[in-house]
C-alpha cells in the first residue's frame, strides 16, 4: 500500500502551468489536482504511482492532444500500484500504429490513438472521449493495453469512427460505461481482446455499426481458457455485416442478467452467420434477454451460431430457440417470447421491464432482487422511478445518492439518469434534486 501520510498534493496551473510538469515532479503517492480549463499536450506516467483528477470533472476539464502527434495518456511500467486518472474529456485527431487489414484482428500489434497502457496497472474513471477527426482510410483504436491490469468506470465513448479497445495479455474490467453511435471501418471493433479476460458490467453498447467480425471479437492462443464475461450489460440497436460478438477458441463467454435485443446483421454474404458465434469456445447465458433481428432473404441467420462449441449452457433466460443452428438440450427454464416490454427503452438506453413484462419475477430462484421478489431477468429489474438503488423505496438515501453524483462531477450510468434525472439532458443537477424530493414527499 502506498503511505498517504507521504503524499504531496499538487496543483495545476497553480504549481505548474503543465500537467506533464506537476508528473514529473511528483514522487509515489502524490495527487495531481487539476483546474477546469483546456490543456495541450500529451503526458507520461512511467513507474509512477501518482492519482491525476480534475477538481471539477470532465465536462470542465479537457486534455485536447489535436495536432500532437502522440497518444494523449501514456502508462507504462506501474506494475505494483494503480495509477489514477479521473475526471477529463479527452480529445484528440491522432492516428495510433495502425491496424492490418486482415480477418485475425486479434492476432497483431496495434497502438492507441488517445490511451496506451502497456506493462502497468492502471485506474481511469469518469472520462469522455472524442476523437476529432475521421480515419476513413486507416484501422484506429482508441485505447491499447498490453500485459496490464486496467479498470475503467463511468466512461462515454460517442460519435467516433474509431474501435475502442485493443488488448493483449491483459485484465481488464469496464463499469458504469456507456458506448455509442460508432460508425467503424471494415477491420474495426468496439472490442479486439486475445488473452485477455475482461468482465464488462452495468455498461451500454448501443448504435454501432462494424462492417466484417462484429462489435466485440475475442480471441485466444495458448493452452488456457480466458473469460470473457458481461453483466447487467445491454448491447441494442446495433449492426454488423456478420455478427456482434465472435468468440474464438477456448474463451468462456458468459452473459448475466443481460439485455442483448435489437441488433441487425446483414449484408455480408457468408452462409448460417450468427449475432454470437461462438468458435470452439464455451457459453454460458443466465438471466438474460437475447432477441434480435435479421435482415436478409438470401442467407440463414441465427442469434446464436456454434461451431464445434465445447459446452453450451441456457438458464432462465428470454430467447428464441428456433433462433440457434446448434442442437442442444440444456436450456434450463427458458422462455420464448417476442413480447419484453421495457419502460423506455430510447430514454437514457434504459431497457427496464415494465412491471407486466414477461421477465418480472422468472428468473434464477436463488436470487433474490432488493424487493425480495425471485430475480428478474434481463439487465435490470423492474425499478421504481428515483429509486437508484433499487431498495424498492425512495427516500433520503436517494437524495444522498444523487447528492454525491452532482458534487463529484460524475457522468452517470443509464440506470442513474432513469432513477434521478427529470429530463432526457443526460445531466444531474439541481432540479433533479427538486423532483426527487417532491417524489418523496
Not at 434504459?350 to 432488493?370: A, C
Amino acid at each position: 500500500m502506498i503511505n498517504s501520510l507521504f503524499s504531496v498534493e499538487i496543483h495545476v496551473p497553480q504549481d505548474y502551468l503543465l500537467i506533464q510538469d506537476a508528473i514529473d515532479n511528483s514522487n509515489t503517492g502524490d495527487i495531481i489536482m487539476v483546474s477546469p480549463g483546456v490543456y495541450y499536450e500529451s503526458i507520461m506516467i512511467d513507474g509512477k504511482y501518482i492519482s491525476l483528477i480534475s477538481t471539477h470533472g470532465p465536462f470542465s476539464t479537457t486534455i485536447n492532444g489535436i495536432a500532437i502527434s502522440a497518444p494523449l495518456i501514456n502508462i507504462q511500467n506501474c506494475s505494483d500500484f494503480f495509477p489514477l486518472v479521473s475526471g477529463f474529456t479527452l480529445i484528440s485527431d491522432h492516428v495510433g500504429m495502425e491496424q492490418s487489414t486482415t480477418h485475425i484482428p486479434y492476432l497483431l500489434p496495434a497502438a492507441g490513438s488517445i490511451i496506451n497502457i502497456i506493462n502497468s496497472k492502471a485506474n481511469f474513471a469518469n472520462l469522455v472521449i472524442h476523437e476529432e477527426i475521421d480515419h476513413a482510410s486507416v484501422e484506429n483504436n482508441i485505447v491499447f493495453i498490453k500485459d496490464s491490469n486496467v479498470n475503467l468506470n463511468r466512461i462515454l465513448y460517442e460519435n467516433s469512427k474509431d474501435g475502442f479497445i485493443v488488448a493483449f495479455n491483459s485484465e481488464i474490467e469496464i463499469s458504469n460505461s456507456t458506448i455509442r453511435n460508432i460508425e467503424l471501418n471494415d477491420y474495426e471493433y468496439i472490442f479486439s481482446i486475445s488473452n485477455t479476460n475482461i468482465t464488462v458490467s452495468q455498461s451500454v453498447l448501443k448504435n454501432t455499426h462494424t462492417q466484417f467480425l462484429g462489435q466485440i471479437v475475442i480471441g485466444k492462443s495458448g493452452s488456457e481458457y480466458v473469460s470473457v464475461e458481461f453483466r447487467d450489460f445491454i448491447m441494442a440497436e446495433n449492426t454488423s455485416s456478420y455478427s456482434i460478438i465472435t468468440s474464438y477458441d477456448m474463451v468462456d463467454t458468459k452473459f448475466f442478467d443481460s439485455t442483448i435485443i435489437n441488433n441487425i446483421c446483414n449484408g455480408f454474404e457468408l452462409p448460417h452467420t450468427g449475432a454470437i458465434i461462438i468458435y470452439h469456445g464455451n457459453l454460458f447465458v443466465e438471466n438474460s434477454i437475447i432477441i434480435n433481428d435479421f435482415q436478409t432473404d438470401d442467407y440463414n441467420y441465427f442469434d446464436f451460431k456454434f461451431e464445434n462449441p465445447i459446452d453450451i449452457s441456457f438458464n432462465y433466460s428470454i430467447i428464441d430457440t428456433n433462433n440457434i443452428n446448434h442442437f442442444y438440450d440444456n436450456c434450463s427454464n427458458c422462455a420464448e417470447s417476442n413480447e419484453v416490454s421495457f419502460i423506455n427503452p430510447e430514454l437514457n438506453n434504459s431497457y427496464l421491464l415494465t412491471e407486466y413484462s414477461p421477465g418480472i419475477d422468472s428468473g434464477n430462484p436463488n436470487n433474490i432482487d432488493f424487493d425480495g421478489t425471485i430475480s428478474d431477468i434481463g439487465a435490470y429489474q423492474y425499478l421504481i422511478e428515483g429509486d437508484g438503488n433499487f431498495d424498492n423505496i425512495v427516500n433520503i438515501s436517494d437524495i444522498l445518492i444523487l447528492i454525491n453524483l452532482i458534487l463529484n462531477n460524475s457522468i452517470p450510468s443509464h440506470i442513474e439518469l432513469f432513477a434521478y434525472s427529470s429530463v432526457d439532458d443526460e445531466l444531474l443537477d439541481i432540479l433533479d434534486i427538486v423532483r426527487l424530493v417532491n417524489l418523496i414527499l
